[in-house]
């Protein structure tokens, strides 16, 4: 079996925390826990010579021999990777830039495991962790929308949208917002996503998100995201991996029984 590789961007930068100070054994930590479904199918084209490959046999040198069909010198590799459980996220503090600190962790069925890491989350959806923790794309998925303000009316123009874009000099990211009507504290928050690596990778990501934005407690309460990434590699093949995340929140301590 092909082992999925994971180069999924996200668009958060890796960098040193300065966390807070230790919380007390018997501080209670608000606590959110969200119900996840994963799934990563990747299609690979590699180019397995730089000449047309051609089927051998032996024809013992006969006058009435066939000529060899002549192949595209390519190969097809699939490959697929699903888990579900849970993620579990814990509000540690809020830092003067406004960054809210969290700390997420994964606990899945199968493979997708990752115990607890530091995290700093914003209102734009820039996301950084710990770089020396494991954290997951759907990780990431989760917290990109946990920032204080995601939602912020002065962002928002006449049509109900907004846009978030994060450049770098070898990333860009472009995110478009549209949010539905908020007659009540439930809303609906579409999310169209794209994400260019420059460089020999030539990654392109394209996210297209369905968010379900809790506005009375300020974080999702549901996100189903669909992925579809594509690296091209020129003439040693192309590689496409289609990534689905699902959320669904399940417990949130901050609300008062």
């Given at each position: 079996?092909?082992?999925?590789?994971?180069?999924?961007?996200?668009?958060?930068?890796?960098?040193?925390?300065?966390?807070?100070?230790?919380?007390?054994?018997?501080?209670?930590?608000?606590?959110?826990?969200?119900?996840?479904?994963?799934?990563?199918?990747?299609?690979?084209?590699?180019?397995?010579?730089?000449?047309?490959?051609?089927?051998?046999?032996?024809?013992?040198?006969?006058?009435?021999?066939?000529?060899?069909?002549?192949?595209?010198?390519?190969?097809?590799?699939?490959?697929?990777?699903?888990?579900?459980?849970?993620?579990?996220?814990?509000?540690?503090?809020?830092?003067?830039?406004?960054?809210?600190?969290?700390?997420?962790?994964?606990?899945?069925q199968q493979t997708r495991r990752a115990p607890p890491a530091t995290c700093v989350v914003y209102g734009n959806t820039?996301?950084?962790?710990?770089?020396?923790?494991?954290?997951?794309?759907?990780?990431?998925?989760?917290?990109?929308?946990?920032?204080?303000?995601?939602?912020?009316?002065?962002?928002?123009?006449?049509?109900?949208?907004?846009?978030?874009v994060q450049n770098s000099p070898t990333m860009k990211v472009t995110a478009d917002y549209v949010i539905g009507p908020?007659?009540?504290?439930?809303?609906?928050?579409?999310?169209?996503?794209?994400?260019?690596?420059?460089?020999?990778?030539?990654?392109?990501?394209?996210?297209?998100?369905?968010?379900?934005?809790?506005?009375?407690?300020?974080?999702?309460?549901?996100?189903?995201e669909y992925v579809t990434q594509r690296q091209d590699q020129g003439v040693s093949g192309m590689a496409t991996t289609?990534?689905?995340?699902?959320?669904?929140?399940?417990?949130?301590?901050?609300?008062?029984?």
């Open positions: 079996m092909l082992r999925i590789r994971e180069t999924l961007v996200t668009g958060a930068t890796a960098a040193v925390l300065l966390l807070p100070s230790v919380v007390r054994a018997d501080t209670t930590v608000p606590t959110l826990v969200y119900n996840f479904t994963y799934s990563a199918n990747q299609d690979i084209n590699a180019k397995d010579s730089a000449n047309p490959a051609e089927d051998w046999h032996d024809c013992n040198g006969g006058a009435g021999c066939n000529p060899a069909n002549q192949g595209s010198g390519t190969s097809h590799y699939e490959a697929g990777l699903n888990d579900k459980g849970t993620m579990t996220v814990a509000i540690l503090g809020k830092q003067s830039d406004g960054g809210l600190i969290v700390s997420i962790s994964e606990d899945g820039h996301v950084i962790c710990d770089p020396n923790k494991t954290i997951y794309t759907e990780e990431y998925t989760l917290l990109r929308f946990l920032g204080q303000n995601f939602v912020d009316p002065a962002n928002i123009d006449a049509k109900r949208h907004w846009q978030v908020t007659t009540t504290s439930d809303v609906q928050i579409s999310e169209t996503r794209k994400i260019v690596t420059a460089g020999q990778s030539n990654v392109t990501t394209d996210v297209e998100t369905k968010i379900g934005y809790d506005m009375s407690r300020v974080v999702p309460a549901t996100v189903a289609i990534y689905q995340t699902t959320l669904q929140l399940v417990s949130d301590t901050m609300v008062k029984p």
